[in-house]
């Protein structure tokens, strides 16, 4: 985990000879120019060539029409041959329903089987030890642990404050069997855990049943500020008894994630995240051991060995078979092995050094960009340089007299100019909270509002939720790189960025906000 060595090591703002977003000091401000220099401080860069000529060939609409694509967060780009080989499959054969041993049917379950161990080759994790459970996406997957773990009222969950809605989710599942939640919370100014206060959660506390289920969850990495959390953590918090889930969603598309070195007790993946297509496909990768224990709580077709509605009973099937409900989305799984090759071909080595470099070079330049006055045009939420980060990036641009400027004026911008970059809150509350320092009863006041608004005839809009909480304006801008990233869009987002320096857009005409 972590930043290849040479863009960890290229050099800070005041080592270069020019400035370090690209304007020489003696010469124009030329694409060219700024891409030699950033060629010079990240020489490992050029061994990431191999993109360059893949995005030509395989993803051209990108540069033909003209797009900036900053959201790989939000989602991946899917390859032209990615659908050439799918379609080219499925216009070759007749696939039917799975659930049966008839030829067309018998055809498509060895191509899921195959895509299934596809995933586990690629995460290195050994079929002794893991199970792959197909699902929708990652929130699915979070869903069937959040339902079938077994928590009771000595349970504990334990849960990082950066962490997807869909992972806070669980609580609510853990609160009903009366089991006890709590948080670590994630600090300024780099919004990362303090590793003491992981310590302590983590510690087994004498009073505490041996044969309590005990659930730590956290994300591999940050979907708000790119933060890495270290996967140390898992084998700490296993020695103390607990079950580790990492979220794997936000990591895995620029990172290798190798099970066979990590060891956590569920996975949850979202595929489109890493390669685009197909979407409505993802997987809970998940230990044997710990899937042994889950307990659903109903049955469906395609999960039961038989049911009954005379003895109103049921036998649930083995492993994963027991949690794949109905009919899978089973012409889009040889998709997965389709899309998992393509990457494995590409390298994620390769990926993750060209996203390294990147970033880094974002990271400085943004930093570098200061009104005439000298107040920096940008707060950035996260760490200041690409060590333990990824390739996201959140931050608010600032007025000349340090005002939020507001993340809807961002957007509409950029959209004109064909820049895709994300604002909101990202389905990720905590880094948020901590960033703008919410307190929990300003945050209380407005919950109750909202949840009362039937009640007193006036519905909260999110602006009075905004005002309400003391938020400086709706969100964040987010804008992350990814597989298809090349210097060129780095460099006319920041040509972008560079249009807000000494500017006071006016918020006239923005359209309402929809949700955070």
């Known amino acids: 985990m972590g930043s290849s060595l040479s863009c960890v090591n290229a050099p800070h703002e005041s080592e270069y000879e020019e400035e370090p977003w690209g304007k020489p000091k003696k010469r124009g401000d030329t694409l060219r120019e700024a891409e030699r220099l950033f060629r010079k401080a990240n020489p490992d860069y050029n061994t990431t060539e191999q993109l360059d000529h893949l995005r030509a060939v395989d993803y051209p609409t990108l540069d033909k029409d003209g797009h900036v694509y900053l959201d790989y967060t939000g989602s991946g780009l899917y390859a032209e041959s990615q659908l050439r080989k799918h379609s080219e499959l499925l216009r070759r054969n007749v696939f039917g329903n799975p659930h049966s041993l008839n030829p067309t049917s018998s055809a498509i379950t060895a191509l899921g089987e195959e895509a299934r161990n596809m995933v586990l080759r690629f995460f290195k994790a050994s079929p002794d030890e893991y199970d792959v459970i197909f699902t929708p996406n990652a929130s699915h997957a979070l869903k069937?642990?959040?339902?079938?773990?077994?928590?009771?009222?000595?349970?504990?969950?334990?849960?990082?404050?950066?962490?997807?809605?869909?992972?806070?989710?669980?609580?609510?599942?853990?609160?009903?069997?009366?089991?006890?939640?709590?948080?670590?919370?994630?600090?300024?100014?780099?919004?990362?855990?303090?590793?003491?206060?992981?310590?302590?959660?983590?510690?087994?506390?004498?009073?505490?049943?041996?044969?309590?289920?005990?659930?730590?969850?956290?994300?591999?990495?940050?979907?708000?500020?790119?933060?890495?959390?270290?996967?140390e953590w898992i084998a700490k918090a296993q020695s103390q008894g607990w079950h580790v889930l990492l979220d794997a969603a936000a990591f895995v598309p620029t990172n290798q994630l190798d099970l066979s070195r990590w060891h956590p007790d569920f996975v949850p993946v979202s595929f489109y995240k890493m390669f685009g297509y197909p979407t409505g496909a993802g997987c809970l990768i998940v230990r044997k051991a710990a899937l042994s224990l889950m307990n659903r709580p109903w049955f469906a077709g395609g999960t039961v060995w038989g049911a009954s509605v005379v003895a109103d009973d049921h036998v649930l099937l083995e492993g994963h078979e027991a949690f794949e409900d109905g009919t899978i989305n089973f012409l889009n799984l040889p998709a997965v092995h389709i899309g998992l090759n393509h990457l494995k071909s590409i390298g994620m080595e390769t990926i993750h050094e060209r996203v390294s470099c990147l970033t880094d070079w974002l990271l400085k330049t943004l930093f570098s960009l200061h009104h005439a006055n000298g107040n920096p045009l940008l707060?950035?939420?996260?760490?200041?340089?690409?060590?333990?980060?990824?390739?996201?990036?959140?931050?608010?641009?600032?007025?000349?007299?340090?005002?939020?400027?507001?993340?809807?004026?961002?957007?509409?911008?950029?959209?004109?100019?064909?820049?895709?970059?994300?604002?909101?809150?990202?389905?990720?509350?905590?880094?948020?909270?901590?960033?703008?320092?919410?307190?929990?009863?300003?945050?209380?006041?407005?919950?109750?509002?909202?949840?009362?608004?039937?009640?007193?005839?006036?519905?909260?809009?999110?602006?009075?939720?905004?005002?309400?909480?003391?938020?400086?304006?709706?969100?964040?801008?987010?804008?992350?790189?990814?597989?298809?990233?090349?210097?060129?869009?780095?460099?006319?987002?920041?040509?972008?960025?560079?249009?807000?320096?000494?500017?006071?857009?006016?918020?006239?005409?923005?359209?309402?906000?929809?949700?955070?």
């Not at 806070?168 to 003491?196: C, N, Q, T, W």
């Not at 064909?418 to 389905?427: E, K, P």
């Open 144 to 231: 069937l642990v959040a339902e079938s773990y077994p928590f009771t009222s000595n349970s504990e969950v334990l849960l990082l404050s950066d962490n997807h809605n869909s992972v806070h989710g669980i609580r609510e599942f853990a609160r009903v069997k009366g089991a006890a939640i709590s948080y670590v919370p994630v600090l300024m100014p780099d919004l990362r855990a303090d590793e003491v206060m992981i310590s302590m959660a983590l510690n087994k506390k004498p009073s505490e049943r041996n044969d309590a289920f005990r659930l730590f969850a956290y994300p591999a990495q940050s979907n708000f500020t790119g933060v890495q959390h270290p996967l």
């Open 379 to 516: 707060i950035i939420y996260g760490p200041p340089d690409i060590r333990q980060r990824g390739g996201t990036i959140s931050f608010n641009f600032l007025t000349p007299k340090g005002n939020v400027v507001d993340e809807r004026i961002v957007e509409t911008r950029a959209s004109a100019i064909r820049i895709s970059l994300r604002t909101g809150c990202f389905c990720n509350s905590g880094p948020a909270e901590a960033a703008w320092n919410l307190s929990k009863e300003a945050l209380h006041r407005a919950f109750n509002a909202k949840n009362a608004e039937k009640e007193y005839g006036r519905e909260i809009m999110k602006e009075d939720f905004i005002k309400e909480i003391g938020m400086p304006s709706g969100g964040a801008v987010r804008i992350s790189v990814g597989l298809m990233s090349n210097f060129v869009d780095a460099y006319r987002f920041v040509e972008f960025a560079r249009t807000f320096l000494d500017n006071f857009p006016s918020h006239d005409g923005l359209m309402p906000r929809q949700g955070c």
